[in-house]
């Protein structure tokens, strides 16, 4: 409804609409079914007809799917039709039109009519008796969320927007029994049953003038302008990547869960005046931002892509470029449970050997060992920007921000004044947060959304961290904005976890903001699309206690509480409590990143559930 709130539907509507509406389409269907038999008659079916009428419809689908054969096939399959002896386009066809059938044939007419009316009349008496009995009736509710586009399948007769597109019309049941019963009849009758669309495509088949199919099928095989897709597709494929890569950067997405990132991975040269191949030959960097708390930060490092290649070597570059972008596809599915190979043997002392080492401790999250071996790299090669941006990233990890910061600005500083780094911007926004120095981060985040911009890439995990920053500011409508932005662009590349998150955000700040009935909305909306989402039914049994409706405000809260597994493991298995954390203020508001008013109103609840425990033991001492 309006309001959001859960029907609860009377079991009278149960027994005497639902149960009684599906127990009828099941009886008409036995009655068609048997009704059907005992007007069908022996009929000898005409298979030179029948036989023509499939070689059209086969010659339709060779013309749809011609790109997928090769030129030898279609030329085959040409002659197999169109040839002008022994081709099946060029026999006369035995079978009569339609209309000399009829008049040949008058107990034809008399079989149609017989299937039209099995067919027709058990629908519209079904229908009419349905729609004139039951009609404005809610019946049932789907168990999972749906989107706006089923409302006009499930909510037929019931003109009402604000109702939840899951409600189920009596007539929308009505349709989903016509259509859904055939696999419970076909196991009822242990035989074939009545099945409405197979009966029109034979009648259609057993109507069809092979006279007109033929010769219009003829011309069109005669006239196919025949081009073979597939030993393009590999050309197709590797120019599509020498395009993403043209402007040097490529923005990958990965949306494994709610913490994970997106990566910026960069072909950078090694100088101003790098030549072509010196670009082909720098390393393939890929550095991952933060997407949802500080505590996520997960860098990864590739290989370099191109070495031992030659200036003049084209098919090393398309290796090259189809190597780069598959390495980079597969930083978004590498997980992060590989075992850590530390302490390093005694003879791991190339810069290599410890870049390795750095890059598996850091996949096992052994970020003490990964900052170890960055160090010595750098100690090998000082001059290395990458090195120090890479340490930076593992230290932001460890909560050590100053010490990013420091790394950050040093990898900046010994690069070219016109270079750019998105990840580096990122990731040192990152640090600032994490110091509360917001304005700083806010500039960082700019930065690296105005970069962003000028090479056509969109960044909303950037957005959604400069919207944190923002509404520690106390600039609200703007962090709305970048909360906005980033749902927005989350839903344009699929990334359902990223764009519920990124909701959750923008229906917490309307709140802030004063518009109280769009925030609900919004948490609302997230709720149906994750229901096992703590935080919105956190966020709502706030809201609800806010208005005074406490009863809905403690069911929230309990179903949060005690109905979803936080992934919390113990000794015993994982822990219900899901809401544990959201009873910590300093947790709620500087980590999670609540508003100060849902912040309070939440505070506020559950000091009343507090002092509705504590009279309770009161009274029972």
Request: glycine share 6%.
């Given at each position: ?146 989107t706006p586009r089923f409302r006009m399948m499930l909510q037929r007769g019931i003109d009402l ?90 923005i990958l997405q990965d949306g494994r869960n709610t913490t994970s990132t997106f990566a910026v ?261 997230v709720m149906r699309r994750a229901p096992g989402s703590i935080d919105t039914r956190a966020a ?82």
């Open positions: 409804m309006a309001g959001g709130h859960a029907l609860r539907l009377d079991a009278d509507i149960r027994n005497w609409v639902l149960l009684p509406i599906a127990f009828a389409m099941f009886l008409v269907g036995l009655i068609r079914f048997y009704a059907n038999k005992l007007m069908q008659t022996e009929r000898k079916v005409d298979m030179t007809g029948l036989r023509e009428a499939q070689s059209v419809i086969r010659s339709q689908r060779l013309r749809s799917g011609s790109a997928f054969l090769p030129p030898a096939a279609i030329r085959m399959r040409q002659h197999y039709f169109l040839h002008k002896e022994s081709g099946i386009f060029s026999y006369k066809t035995e079978k009569l039109n339609p209309q000399q059938e009829l008049m040949s044939d008058p107990m034809q007419m008399v079989e149609m009519m017989k299937k039209q009316v099995s067919m027709v009349l058990p629908q519209m008496a079904t229908m009419a008796w349905v729609n004139f009995f039951f009609t404005g009736f809610v019946v049932a509710k789907v168990p999972f969320p749906l927007p604000s109702l939840d597109v899951t409600y189920v019309s009596s007539l929308s049941w009505y349709f989903l029994n016509f259509f859904g019963l055939r696999g419970l009849l076909d196991m009822f009758l242990g035989e074939a049953t009545v099945d409405d669309m197979q009966m029109q495509m034979q009648m259609q088949q057993m109507s069809m003038d092979t006279a007109k199919g033929f010769q219009q099928e003829k011309e069109m095989l005669e006239f196919l302008e025949h081009q073979w897709i597939v030993p393009s597709s590999e050309t197709k494929a590797a120019g599509r990547l020498r395009k993403v890569l043209s402007n040097s950067n490529l991975a960069r072909l950078e040269p090694r100088g101003r005046r790098a030549t072509k191949m010196q670009r082909c030959s720098s390393r393939l960097r890929v550095t991952r931002t933060h997407r949802a708390t500080l505590s996520r930060n997960h860098p990864r490092w590739l290989p370099k892509a191109c070495a031992g290649a030659s200036d003049g070597d084209t098919s090393f570059v398309r290796r090259q470029i189809l190597s780069a972008g598959a390495a980079a596809v597969v930083v978004g599915l590498v997980g992060t449970a590989h075992a850590s190979e530390t302490p390093p043997p005694r003879g791991a002392g190339t810069v290599e050997q410890l870049e390795v080492l750095a890059k598996r401790a850091y996949e096992a999250r052994d970020l003490e060992n990964a900052d170890t071996f960055l160090s010595r790299i750098i100690a090998l090669e000082p001059n290395e920007a990458v090195w120090r941006e890479r340490r930076a990233q593992v230290r932001v990890d460890l909560k050590r921000f100053e010490a990013a910061l420091v790394d950050f600005d040093d990898a900046q500083r010994r690069r070219p004044p016109e270079y750019r780094s998105l990840g580096l911007l990122a990731n040192r926004g990152l640090a600032n947060e994490g110091l509360a120095r917001w304005q700083e981060a806010v500039d960082d985040y700019s930065e690296s959304i105005r970069l962003a911009r000028e090479i056509g890439a969109e960044q909303p995990y950037v957005y959604n961290s400069r919207g944190n920053s923002l509404a520690s500011l106390g600039r609200y409508e703007e962090a709305l904005s970048d909360y906005e932005a980033a749902r927005a662009v989350f839903q344009r590349s699929h990334n359902l976890s990223g764009s519920i998150y990124a909701q959750s955000n923008k229906g917490l700040m309307l709140v802030q903001v004063g518009r109280e009935e769009e925030g609900e909305r919004e948490l609302r909306s709502l049994a706030a809201i609800a206690y806010a208005r005074g409706d406490l009863i809905e405000a403690e069911e929230l809260w309990n179903w949060a509480c005690t109905a979803i597994n936080s992934g919390q493991l113990r000794e015993n298995g994982p822990v219900l409590d899901g809401c544990a954390l959201y009873r910590d203020p300093d947790w709620l508001g500087r980590i999670r990143r609540w508003p100060p008013i849902m912040v309070s109103r939440l505070g506020a609840f559950l000091n009343l559930q507090g002092g509705a425990v504590q009279s309770a033991m009161g009274g029972a001492n």
